[in-house]
């Protein structure tokens, strides 16, 4: 972990040097607020019925369902706050019947269950930065409910027609009710500040690739490159207003290339388009983070389960209508479980890109448990390094570790958790339209884990190696009268 927060604040101080250079330094999260309500409903039912000599099969169902959600948020540079809030509601139904006559023999089997099922969920999350120097305060939470009761009915009749004929008869119930409800609250509280700038590389490549079919004229001014990063972020959040919302996201973005003065007179092209929409290649769309914060950070969490079970049987015989055994059962349960924790600790996360093909990750955070007569430990960190040159180059390495035991009051000397785990991976793959692709991957992990529960501790090593390459050597489609030739590309 030293080595981690070493690492942070050495490039920490080395930000600001390159903040003049660095072209995801100046982007900041535009002011924007979506809200969206759904609500749904279905409904769908079968039913299968099935006769062969002597047998009778009936089998149904029915299936309903109750949804909705509503979420609202803001977001800016300055302040970000957002919520959700979701509930569903599930009816399932089934009966079945099996009726068998082969003289002397006949059995009736009668079944039926029941379920209902409701859930709700409701989270939340804030984020600010309230003053002129980079404090930032957090706080994310939700509450979860579950709510499961099922009921099910089967009943046996058998008859067996000797001259003395008799019968059984068999009743079997279970009804069982689960509650389950988990909060989560995460406080956060500390110096510096991390954006997600990826928007602005995505700029940078459409740039390049509009440049590069001809629609657009000239390079883009840095008002416009500002822009379209801000419409770039925003664009997932068009959904909230259309079901299909990428025409409308093209639309605004094409309004920004022509009141720039870039975009050439035929405007953006069905290939110009298409290229623009090409994914990443070989790596995809790169994560680049930008900043650097330390702080502490407080974890809370609560659990409650109830489960109740019920189960009767009653069994009767009789000979010649007459009643000769009897019994009956019931089985009861019921189960109470439940979990509070808290943790205190710090963390600390440095992100720079260096240019266009470069990008630096570090992160680490430790926590201890709060409560008193409780011992233990959680320490994660990361530490990567990736290279892309798109449509063409990508490698990237990374190395990850945690570490985590805990002893809950009461308990002596023994441990409930003690783990750790440690893993190094990298990989390059090379890409070359319509021509080459080249993939070369290689990662290692160990873990070692004990439980009080366990016999023993245990230990893996897990190792991977990766190798593909493809060569298309022959590309070309012909068809005079409608299109020019197609030739692989060079």
């Not at 660095?22 to 409903?41: K, V, Y």
């Not at 000797?162 to 995460?186: K, M």
């Not at 259309?242 to 093209?250: D, L, M, T, Y």
């Not at 991957?441 to 990766?466: E, K, L, P």
């Amino acid at each position: 972990m030293k080595w981690f927060l070493l690492l942070a604040c050495c490039l920490a101080f080395a930000l600001p040097a390159r903040a003049t250079t660095d072209p995801f330094a100046g982007f900041r999260i535009p002011d924007h607020a979506w809200r969206s309500g759904t609500a749904g409903f279905a409904f769908s039912a079968d039913r299968r019925d099935r006769s062969e000599a002597g047998r009778f099969e009936r089998n149904g169902s029915q299936n309903s369902i109750l949804n909705g959600g509503l979420r609202a948020g803001w977001d800016s540079d300055a302040l970000q706050y957002g919520f959700g809030l979701s509930a569903s509601g599930q009816l399932l139904k089934s009966d079945s019947r099996t009726a068998i006559d082969m003289p002397p023999y006949t059995l009736r089997d009668d079944r039926a269950e029941r379920s209902a099922i409701e859930a709700w969920s409701l989270g939340g999350n804030l984020r600010a930065y309230p003053w002129r120097a980079p404090v930032g305060l957090g706080f994310s939470g939700s509450v979860q409910g579950a709510y499961v009761q099922n009921r099910s009915r089967a009943g046996y009749r058998t008859i067996v027609d000797y001259a003395e004929p008799t019968r059984s008869e068999s009743d079997h119930t279970s009804s069982s009710h689960t509650y389950e409800t988990v909060a989560v609250a995460d406080l956060s509280a500390g110096m510096g500040r991390v954006r997600d700038a990826s928007v602005v590389y995505d700029v940078h490549l459409l740039e390049e690739r509009l440049i590069e079919t001809g629609a657009l004229e000239r390079a883009l001014s840095p008002g416009a490159r500002a822009k379209l990063a801000a419409l770039y972020y925003m664009a997932p959040l068009f959904s909230a207003a259309h079901e299909r919302p990428a025409r409308f996201v093209w639309r605004e973005i094409e309004r920004v290339l022509r009141e720039d003065g870039a975009l050439g007179k035929g405007g953006l092209d069905p290939y110009s388009l298409m290229r623009a929409l090409e994914p990443i290649a070989p790596a995809g769309r790169p994560m680049r983070q930008r900043g650097w914060f330390v702080g502490i950070v407080g974890q809370f969490t609560t659990q409650n389960l109830i489960t109740r079970r019920e189960e009767t049987v009653d069994d009767r015989a009789y000979v010649s209508d007459s009643l000769v055994s009897e019994s009956h059962g019931v089985r009861r349960r019921r189960m109470i479980a439940f979990y509070d924790g808290a943790a205190l600790g710090g963390e600390a996360e440095v992100h720079l890109p260096v240019g266009w093909r470069w990008q630096l990750d570090a992160t680490t955070q430790a926590t201890c448990p709060a409560r008193p007569g409780e011992r233990g430990l959680d320490v994660s960190n990361r530490a990567s390094v990736s290279w892309l040159v798109a449509d063409r180059w990508s490698a990237s390495a990374d190395l990850t570790q945690f570490r985590r035991y805990f002893q809950p009051p009461g308990t002596g000397v023994a441990l409930t958790t003690d783990a750790w785990q440690t893993r190094a991976g990298a990989g390059i793959a090379y890409y070359l339209e319509d021509r080459t692709t080249l993939s070369l991957a290689v990662s290692q992990a160990q873990t070692r884990s004990q439980r009080v529960d366990a016999s023993g501790r245990s230990f893996s090593r897990d190792s991977y190696f990766s190798l593909g390459i493809s060569y298309r050597f022959l590309g070309r489609l012909d068809a005079p009268d409608l299109i020019e030739p197609l030739r692989l590309l060079r």
